[in-house]
């Protein structure tokens, strides 16, 4: 498949999602964000990158945005409105996870992890997407990309994770999460020859300190 026609089908699948916006919902928020005196945006991880983002786009249209957390972020007031993003299931699952394991061997929690989830990741394709499925595109690459997801991701990582999480509080794992666009752009670089530039070095620098100090103990005196 050539760039162009993986750029097609990534459309295509944005083009999909957004048609199954709720109109009346998206018509509250427009006018709960046209209504409001200024916008606060909050979350956490990944869900901060995407509120903080929307805000950007709130404020390219004139409206007054802020990102909870900021320095330069004041506090909230009366016909402000809040819009908080999150992943609470995967907090949820690392927070289940690490009660799981200390009654459950890793072994078998990650057999019924994977069966579980291809199970309901099946259900939900099947009663969601039955019209797009279309298994003659099933190629190498995603049987490849497929196993890679079930063997390395669902299976040993899962593992690994298992085990750190039997010696070590699920906060302070939890930053680790952080590293993922690190090692998203050590991969670009190694494979596709996309050399960083020193802005994401610098950046690839903050987030390892960030990591540091969370995990830092200070010894007792």
Not at 26 to 38: K, N, Q, S, W, Y
Not at 110 to 136: C, K, M, N, P, Q
Request: net charge positive; glycine share 10%; with cysteine.
């Amino acid at each position: 498949m050539s760039v162009r026609d993986r750029a097609v089908r990534i459309a295509e699948e944005i083009g999909a999602s957004v048609g199954r916006i709720d109109d009346d919902r998206a018509a509250e928020l427009v006018d709960a964000i046209d209504g409001a005196g200024r916008v606060f945006v909050a979350g956490a991880g990944r869900s901060r990158r995407s509120v903080e983002s929307f805000a950007i786009r709130l404020l390219h249209l004139g409206i007054a945005a802020h990102v909870v957390g900021e320095t330069t972020t004041g506090a909230l007031g009366p016909g402000d409105l809040l819009l908080v993003g999150s992943g609470f299931l995967l907090g949820v699952k690392i927070i289940y996870t690490k009660h799981a394991v200390r009654v459950v061997p890793p072994a078998r929690l990650i057999l019924w992890h994977d069966l579980v989830g291809v199970a309901l990741f099946s259900l939900t394709s099947l009663a969601l997407e039955s019209d797009r499925i279309d298994l003659g595109r099933f190629g190498v690459e995603a049987g490849l990309g497929l196993l890679y997801q079930g063997l390395v991701v669902a299976g040993f990582c899962f593992a690994v994770q298992s085990q750190l999480l039997k010696r070590h509080p699920a906060a302070r794992l939890s930053i680790f999460a952080f590293s993922t666009p690190i090692f998203g752009v050590l991969i670009a670089w190694g494979f596709r020859e996309a050399a960083p530039s020193p802005w994401l070095l610098l950046a690839a620098a903050a987030v390892a300190i960030g990591i540091a100090l969370v995990n830092w103990k200070p010894e007792p005196r």
